[in-house]
């Protein structure tokens, strides 16, 4: 009813008022500055092809979230895309819309979202990758080749968020564990494995492949399949807080790869040399601790299931989770992309106002693509309309 209301609310004001003209909305200090320009859909090259209502479900996704939420709760850094009252009327003209009708969705984003185009330090050029869900053999019980424990979040592990120390520090964390009153660092990979927190972390499944295990941990969240048939789908529930470090720019640098250097190339090197397979793994410090996900797909960050192919994940330092995006590249095949998209998940290696990590669905066809796509393009925020001024523009 909320919602309705909100949405009649908005229709009177349009009704009644001219838009003023779009200001700059606030951005983070926090590496590169991101700039934002307002844009006209015409100014998007593809958008009346796009197949505006696939993306709906995503939508709807955040939505269900968003209207949860207080009404004066801001969204995103400073407020940039509003307060959670901001998308009562979008998201209920997003309700609406009848599956496939990619006419009516384009109408109301176009009525009720203002397009702006991304820069990081004036430069509107960036990077988007890919990730997708794996899938690896496991067990309930370690037995026979199962005998590589995954992980759920161990009781000692502690998240502090240090802008509740220091405000300017909003956004960084640090895990550790406790021990004699001093918060030391979380053990690393390496040591992980070799058994140093055995006892205080549950073993939700045991797998056999730790190339495919450290493959997963990579991308995040992913599903085992079981030797009784059925599948366990499981959600990142932390990690040890260490920096992520790319197997790939490893086996780079020590001469390991020449020529393909995507994630299908490394899986296949490492698969051949398994026992120099097991150093480069220990490189990356960075280990994932899961959770049981009984959702209909692989959660992101934001908290809600991912739709392949228009859910990607970004840096919420500069695009606030849950807000539409508009995303110009290519596929890795070279074929122009140009998708209304989700921003509704992070990663450890993403990065920057303009940077995007697209996720692909899940299976051998997504892990295809996302382990290939490595491409330049551009990014164009969506922000509703109605953006309450006082918490989402510059003063």
Not at 240 to 250: A, L, Q, S, T
């Amino acid at each position: 009813m909320r919602a309705l209301c909100g949405l009649a609310l908005l229709l009177l004001v349009a009704a009644c008022a001219p838009l003023a003209p779009p200001e700059p909305p606030a951005a983070p200090v926090t590496g590169a500055r991101m700039g934002l320009a307002p844009l006209g859909y015409g100014d998007l090259p593809g958008w009346s092809e796009d197949s505006a209502a696939d993306v709906l479900p995503a939508l709807l996704r955040t939505c269900d979230r968003v209207l949860r939420l207080p009404t004066d709760r801001s969204i995103g850094h400073d407020g940039i895309a509003g307060t959670a009252a901001d998308w009562y009327a979008p998201c209920a003209a997003a309700r609406r819309i009848a599956p496939g009708d990619h006419d009516a969705a384009r109408a109301m984003f176009e009525t009720f979202f203002l397009p702006w185009q991304v820069s990081a330090d004036g430069n509107p050029e960036g990077l988007f990758t890919g990730y997708f869900e794996p899938e690896i053999a496991g067990s309930k019980q370690r037995r026979g080749r199962f005998a590589i424990p995954v992980l759920g979040k161990p009781t000692d592990l502690v998240s502090v968020d240090l802008s509740r120390f220091r405000p300017e520090m909003r956004g960084e964390q640090i895990v550790g564990r406790v021990e004699a009153g001093r918060l030391l660092p979380y053990p690393a990979r390496k040591e992980i494995e070799s058994g140093a927190i055995d006892g205080r972390a549950p073993v939700l499944a045991w797998t056999d492949d730790p190339v495919d295990f450290a493959i997963m941990q990579i991308q995040g969240s992913g599903r085992v399949r079981l030797d009784d048939g059925s599948v366990l789908r499981l959600g990142v529930a932390g990690s040890n807080g260490h920096k992520f470090v790319g197997i790939g720019k490893v086996m780079r640098d020590e001469g390991l790869l020449s020529g393909d250097s995507s994630m299908p190339a490394i899986r296949a090197w490492l698969k051949e040399h398994p026992a120099e397979a097991t150093d480069l793994l220990a490189r990356n410090p960075r280990y994932i601790f899961y959770a049981v996900n009984t959702g209909d797909g692989p959660l992101g960050t934001e908290g809600v299931a991912l739709t392949p192919e228009r859910s990607m994940a970004v840096d919420p330092r500069h695009i606030p989770l849950g807000a539409p995006v508009w995303v110009e590249t290519t596929t890795p095949d070279g074929k122009p992309l140009r998708r209304l998209m989700m921003a509704q998940d992070t990663g450890a290696a993403i990065k920057g106002p303009v940077r995007g990590d697209l996720f692909w669905g899940s299976g051998p066809a997504a892990f295809a693509q996302a382990g290939r796509m490595k491409s330049p393009g551009r990014l164009v925020l969506f922000l509703p309309q109605a953006r309450s001024p006082r918490l989402a523009l510059l003063p």
